[in-house]
């Protein structure tokens, strides 16, 4: 299954790294994913298209008890719902974040249309330079 082959990589090339590229002072990232925002029609995204910017942060919350998808991420700005990471992307980024490992996100794409699947997208990384040492 390709899901798996990607989260076996994530991990491989996360516990493979020299220390060196997560030393203070280096902006080191990988980049997991880059989605497109599922259910924006039904959150807040309409409400606050306005305030939204390309690169603004993205907080990405587990819900593993989610009843409709048990590998569901919910994604937020600012505090707000707007979706959810879709569910053909999400296996993957679940365990990753089911391991303790943090995964971070941000607004990539904004794009008004009548396609809903259109009007978002948004990247998941993971950040090396967050002070270890």
């Known amino acids: 299954m390709r899901l798996r082959q990607v989260a076996a990589l994530w991990l491989a090339l996360f516990f493979s790294l020299p220390a060196s590229a997560a030393e203070p002072g280096t902006n080191a990232q990988i980049l997991l994913q880059n989605s497109p925002l599922a259910g924006f029609r039904y959150y807040e995204g309409k409400r606050l298209w306005s305030e939204m910017k390309v690169g603004d942060a993205l907080q990405l919350v587990r819900e593993p008890d989610n009843s409709h998808d048990p590998n569901a991420v919910r994604v937020e700005w600012q505090g707000h719902k707007l979706g959810y990471v879709p569910r053909a992307d999400n296996e993957a980024l679940a365990r990753f974040m089911d391991r303790g490992s943090k995964a971070e996100a941000r607004i990539t794409h904004l794009k008004?249309?009548?396609?809903?699947?259109?009007?978002?997208?948004?990247?998941?990384?993971?950040?090396?330079?967050?002070?270890?040492?």
């Open 112 to 133: 008004k249309s009548r396609n809903p699947w259109q009007r978002m997208e948004f990247e998941v990384y993971l950040n090396l330079s967050s002070g270890q040492g």
